[in-house]
Each structure stands twice: as C-alpha cells, then as structure tokens.
C-alpha cells in the first residue's frame, strides 16, 4: 500500500516550482526536494498538486514545466479568455450549468411547491418505450462529443487500465463529490486527510465518514475487477452492499433488492412498492443497459433509470453514479467524478426524471459534469506520461512470474533461470530480453509494501525473504 502523502511534501514541491516563475522542469524539481525522492514518486505528487489546481501543466511529455497557479498569467479583460476559477465546496462560483430551455422548464416545474406539483407513481411505460440502439437518451452529435473528451489512448488495451492510472485522485474526487451530493459536509481536503491517512474529521457525524469510506470500498471494486464488471446483479448489487454498509438500519439490506416501500423527501414521487415487479424491472433495467453499445448512452441510462426505480431501500443515487463508470472504465474512457456539480442541480434534474420522466435537466448535468472531469483527469494524465504499452500487455504475465518466484521461495539463481525460461515462451527475441529485464526489475524492487500487487500474502513475502540470497 501507498504511503499517505503529507501537505509537507507537496509544499516542499510547490516551493521548489515557485523558484521558477517561468516553470520548472521535473529535473529543475528533483535537484530542488529533500530528501531526494525517486522521479515517480515526484510525478504522483505533482499529479496531486495539478489536480488541486495549485501547479499547471504546459507542454508536452519531454518538455513539459510547471508553474505555480498564481504564476500563470491571465489574458486582459476583453482579450476573450479569462482563468480557471479555483475549486469550490459546493459548485458556488463556478460558470453555471449551461441549461437548455427544456431544462429550464424543468427546473421552474420541479422547483414549485410541492402543494402545487401532482402526486405521480412509477410509470412502466419509461421504462418499457426505451429499445437499446433505437432509442437514446443522448443525441449522436453529444455522443461523439463525449466520446471525444473521454479518449484517453489510441491503442487497445485491457479494461481498467485508465482507471487504474488516476486512481489515486479518482477515490478523492468521486468519493468526495458523490458524498456531497447526499450532503455530506465533510471538505475535499478532509476528504483526502481520511482516505489517505485514515484520519476521520473532528465534528464529523459517524455516517458522513462511513459513507467516504463506502465510497473507496465500491470505487476500488471497480478498478480491481475491471474487466469482470458490468451491468449485472453481481455488480449492482455488491456496489450497493459496498456503498450501504454500515448505512442501513437492517445489515442484510445491503445488497439486496427492497421488499418494501419507500419515499422520496421533497418530492410527489411514490416509487414502486410490489416486490415482484420492482425484481422484473431491475433485471430489465439491467438487460437493457447491458444491451446499449454507446458507453456514454450506457451511463446515462443508468443514471436515470435505476435511482427512478429505486431498487434497494437507500443509497440508490450513489449506485448510480458510480454504476455511470462502468462502460467507462471497460472502454478505458475518462471517468465520471461529478466535480463542481452543485447540489441543487443534481437534485432539481433528479427530481425532473422522477415526476416528469424527463432527462433534459439531467443530460445538461451529465455533459457539463463530464466535461469537468475530463478537464480535470487530463491533466493528471499529463503530469503521470503515459502508461508503458509493453508493460500493460504482459501485465498478468509478469503478475503470474513475481508470485511464482515468492510462493515457491525461489533464491536469486533460482528466480534468474525460471524468468529465463518464462521470458523464451515470447516470440520476438527483442521482447524475450525485455520481459526478463522487467520481471529482474520487479523482484528486485519488491518490499513489503508493495507485494499486494502480486497476490501475495504476508506469510509468502515473509518465508521467500529469508530464501532470496
């Protein structure tokens, strides 16, 4: 496991950037930090500092530089562009949502009071007049919009890999974010404090820790089991249990489908109450998300329709903000982290598909959101470089040699003749030669704090360390 990063280390890096008012290279940084750190523990800090907005990226990968955000010059007023407002709480002060007209009468309509809103209950028609690939949510030219923000690499590779690469800001900022949209108070930095140091937040009420850390829990089953993910009960219904642990006045709740009924505060809406019916429509819910080929069209239709049906008796709105990444995450797409969504707008857009069965409120949402994240992913992206091709193809490969090497407590000749005999089972001699480097490289730099990697138990890591002479 990743040792915490401490607000003294990023201030020593954002000291040494601010020696350079011109930016500064990663070398002009690692000859500035003491102790010395290892150039990728350097590139993890300044994707953190990137994503807090307290350093901007310019450049390309070989020349890129940093420079301290209040360093980076803003165009004059009437030039056509002005600066990035900084991060907020809650969405306040931010350029608001771009809202069509069709959202606007939604807002005015949902935000009426409720004496003046007509009672309605669940309508199977919403759900029954939608046909994957016929129907859509989101018209064709937003699609490839999206498509286009969310490209994060041009070759194929193996579902996850993306998530996996900006993990580390990802458990911060959806956990965060979604958090919030349930009213949680507690800050992004507080946030990160318990995530990364795993200290909860004095005057905190129990529930708004619990529910940050239910959201690490459900963000890394979806990284760790990107490829075995989708739209399925075994994936729904352990995000829920993931996400409503400790949550719910009955622990066997977590996870399984409700069997009775439910409100929604601040609205007409009267969800399903027959069990047997709220069982066919999520399955039918579930067909039909897994039946849509758009990604983008995949998430918003989860988005709509599974916090509609109100499936499990709570949490069902952070079930579906992170079952949203699910066709993300497979095609290796940006993520989905909702920040700077202001609460009042995720809730009225809500509430528009509830009593009106109508998404224009919420596409709006969904497009400005991601557009955010996307922006914001991008530049940790830059700061990291990109993931090494080689690597990822033989990623279970290596996996596979490292562990064998441990559990049968290999010493280094030993290690060095099975690699050799694993690396030839490669075609390319070229390939053969590099596999074997990188699988040396991994062993070598095996500690016990990075075994879990592999698999590997403690007791394996213990036993093999007395035999690696």
């Known amino acids: 496991m990743r040792q915490p990063i401490s607000d003294e280390q990023l201030d020593t890096v954002l000291r040494a950037v601010r020696r350079h008012p011109g930016g500064a290279s990663i070398d002009d940084i690692l000859a500035a930090v003491r102790p010395v750190v290892p150039r990728r523990t350097l590139q993890r800090w300044l994707a953190v500092l990137v994503g807090q907005r307290r350093i901007v990226p310019e450049g390309a990968t070989r020349s890129r530089r940093y420079r301290a955000a209040e360093a980076v010059p803003t165009l004059p007023a009437g030039r056509g562009a002005r600066a990035d407002p900084p991060p907020t709480a809650a969405g306040k002060d931010l350029d608001p949502i771009r809202l069509s007209a069709a959202a606007k009468e939604i807002k005015r309509r949902v935000t009426r009071p409720l004496t003046q809103r007509q009672p309605v209950g669940y309508k199977l028609s919403f759900l029954d007049g939608y046909r994957p690939n016929v129907s859509a949510y989101l018209p064709p030219a937003l699609r490839k919009k999206l498509a286009a923000l969310g490209r994060t690499t041009g070759e194929t590779l193996p579902a996850g890999t993306h998530l996996r690469k900006v993990l580390d800001r990802l458990l911060i900022d959806l956990s965060w974010n979604s958090s919030r949209l349930e009213g949680n108070t507690y800050s992004l930095l507080e946030t990160q404090r318990l ?11 129990a529930h708004e820790t619990q529910m940050i850390l239910n959201h690490k829990a459900a963000i890394e089953l979806l990284a760790e089991h990107a ?23 009955e622990p066997a709740a977590g996870g399984r489908l409700r069997t009775h009924a439910v409100g929604i505060g601040g609205s007409v809406y009267h969800p399903l109450e027959v069990p047997s019916t709220i069982e066919e429509c999520f399955d039918q819910i579930l067909a039909t998300a897994a039946a849509i080929a758009d990604p983008f069209e995949q998430a918003f239709f989860a988005m709509v329709q599974l916090p509609y049906l109100q499936p499990f008796e709570d ?35 809500i509430l528009g598909v509830y009593e009106l069965n109508r998404v224009d409120y919420l ?14 992913y991008a530049a940790v992206r830059q700061v990291l470089g990109e993931p090494d091709a080689f690597r990822l193809r033989h990623r279970e490969r290596l996996k596979e040699v490292v562990a064998t090497v441990v559990r049968d407590g290999m010493d280094k000749k030993a290690a060095a003749a099975f690699v050799r005999r694993e690396s030839a089972k490669l075609p390319e001699a070229n390939d053969q030669k590099r596999f074997a480097e990188m699988a ?23 036993a093999w360390q007395k035999t690696w002479r």
Request: charged share 25%; aromatic share 10%.
């Open 227 to 249: 490829s075995e993910i989708g739209f399925n009960r075994y994936t729904l219904c352990n995000l829920h249990a993931l996400l409503a642990e400790n949550m719910l006045p």
């Open 440 to 462: 040396e490289t991994e062993l070598t730099s095996l500690h016990e704090g990075n075994f879990a990697r592999y698999r590997l138990r403690p007791s394996e890591f213990a």
């Open 315 to 349: 949490v069902n709105k952070r079930v579906s903000r992170l079952a949203a990444n699910i066709p993300l995450v497979q095609r290796n797409l940006g993520p989905l982290s909702f920040v700077d969504v202001p609460q009042s707008d995720y809730t009225q857009a």
């Open 363 to 376: 596409r709006d949402v969904f497009e400005w959101a991601y557009e955010r994240s996307c922006a914001r």
């Open 195 to 205: 995530l990364e140091a795993g200290e909860a937040a004095e005057g905190k009420a």
